[in-house]
Structures are given as C-alpha cells and as structure tokens.
C-alpha cells in the first residue's frame, strides 16, 4: 500500500488529493490545523479507517511540523503534497495597498512551510518506493505569464516557492527524490471562487495522472494540472 502525506487536507484540493487518493487504495496521512473542525475529513477517515488518517498540523508553526515528523518516524512516505496555501491579497496587495504583515504570512505558509516540510519529511521519502514531492504553487509565480500585476503578496511567494522546489530537485537528485511544482488551473474552491474554470475533481484527477508517470528526468519542473508546461 502506497502513502502520502498531504498538507491542507480539509478542505479544497487538498480534501479532493486524500478522497481519490484514499479511494484508489493509497494509505493517506491528511494533515490540517483543526481536526476537531474538519467534518468532511473526519467522513473520509471514517468510511476509510485502515487508510486515513488525520493529524494536526499548522505548517506555518516549525515546532508542530518537527514533533509530527519524529510521531511518523517508522513511516515510508511515498508522496509528500506540500498542498496548503493562503490568498492574502483579498483586501490588500495592490500598489497602493499593501498589508506587511499578512505578506509575511503568506511567505510562512506558501514558501517557507514546504521547504520547512521537506527538510523534517526528506527520511521518510526517502524510504518510499516513489521518493516523490510535489508543491501546489500557482501560475500567479509565473514571472513570464504575469501579464494583469496585482497580487504581489500571493504571486511573490509563489514564484519564490518555484524557485525552493527548483533547488531542492537539484540538491536531492543525488538521493533519487523528484521534487515538481503545480499549477492546480483554476479550480472552485473558497480561494479560487464559484467562477473558477474546472472542479477540484477535474484539477486533482489531472495531477495524479501527471504524478503518476514522473520521472527522475522531470524532476524541478513546473506542470499545469494536465500535463501542460508552465513558463517560470
Ligand atoms: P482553499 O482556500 O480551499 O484551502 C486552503 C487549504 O490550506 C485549507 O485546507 C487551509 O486550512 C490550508 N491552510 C492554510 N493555511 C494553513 C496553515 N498555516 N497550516 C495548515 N494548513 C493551512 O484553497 P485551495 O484548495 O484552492 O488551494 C490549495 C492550494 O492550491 C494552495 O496552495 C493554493 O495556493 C493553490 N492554488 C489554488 C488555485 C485555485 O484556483 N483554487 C489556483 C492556483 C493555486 P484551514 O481550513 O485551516 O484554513
């Protein structure tokens, strides 16, 4: 039986990665910041209990990300999903308007909390037999398809989380580890909105297919969720 970890599992994407994952065999360890609040996790965990199960897990708190890490020791994590994000640019982020401090916090959870998330997980990829990590990021940290502006705060810490995962698929080559970044599309969930273009069924549907046919050759590239390059 196969295992991923998967970040931001409660809701969105990251609820979609743990159900199909979940539904096509995978042992799924799905990590969010209140499982006392997260009911359609806790359903997913209760029809499936031999594969989900939910820790709690803030990514942007270091210490929490250490202590699950040494709980989880003795596991092979086949699949990491650094899925978890945050849209701070709601009400702030134009040239006009910009929030230091909530900048500051999408740079905790966007860039630093999977860097931070690999370095505490990399033994137990290791041990897996698809030695595989994948980031959510966002075509918003395309520097080359930024044609609209607006959003510094989101887009710059996505483009610098492509640039964490373009490193790390360099300095973990030698360990046999892929390291990838996504761009998910625009999919209905509460940060993409109700006029998004695709459902998280079609968004994650289309990345497991990519994910599943990785290669070491792959590794430090920038997909959309079907296939599809993304210019840096
Ligand atoms: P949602 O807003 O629906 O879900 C975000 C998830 O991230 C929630 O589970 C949330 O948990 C979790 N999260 C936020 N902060 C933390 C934290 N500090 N610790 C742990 N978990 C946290 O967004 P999506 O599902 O749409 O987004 C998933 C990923 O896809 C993100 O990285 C996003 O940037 C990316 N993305 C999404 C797009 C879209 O169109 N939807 C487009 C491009 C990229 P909680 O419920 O506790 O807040």
Not at 49 to 55: E, G, H, L, T
Not at 175 to 183: D, K, N, Q, R
Request: aromatic fraction near 8%; glycine fraction near 8%.
């Amino acid at each position: 039986m196969k295992t991923t970890l998967i970040t931001g599992a409660n809701r969105g994407i990251g609820l979609e990665f743990s159900r199909q994952y979940a539904e096509d065999g995978w042992r799924v360890l799905a990590c969010c910041r209140t499982p006392e609040k997260a009911d359609a996790l806790n359903m997913l965990a209760t029809k499936y209990p031999d594969r989900v199960s939910v820790y709690m897990l803030d990514v942007a708190d270091h210490d929490q990300i250490d202590e699950l890490a040494r709980s989880l020791s003795g596991e092979s994590i086949d699949l990491l999903i650094n899925n978890a994000g945050v849209y701070t640019d709601s009400h702030a982020g134009t040239f006009t308007n910009i929030d230091y401090e909530a900048w500051v916090r999408a740079f905790l959870v966007n860039t630093m909390a999977p860097l931070k998330m690999v370095q505490a997980f990399a033994s137990h990829v290791a041990r897996g037999s698809q030695k595989t990590i994948v980031t959510i990021s966002s075509k918003m940290g395309s520097i080359s398809e930024n044609t609209s502006g607006g959003s510094y705060m989101y887009r710059s810490s996505k483009a610098a989380v492509n640039m964490v995962v373009k490193t790390l698929s360099i300095d973990l080559n030698p360990a046999g580890v892929i390291a990838v970044v996504f761009h998910p599309g625009w999919v209905k969930t509460d940060m993409g909105g109700p006029n998004a273009l695709i459902s998280a069924v079609q968004s994650v549907s289309g990345m497991r297919q990519v994910i599943s046919r990785l290669t070491m050759g792959d590794s430090g590239k920038f997909f959309a969720y079907d296939g599809q390059l993304v210019p840096w």
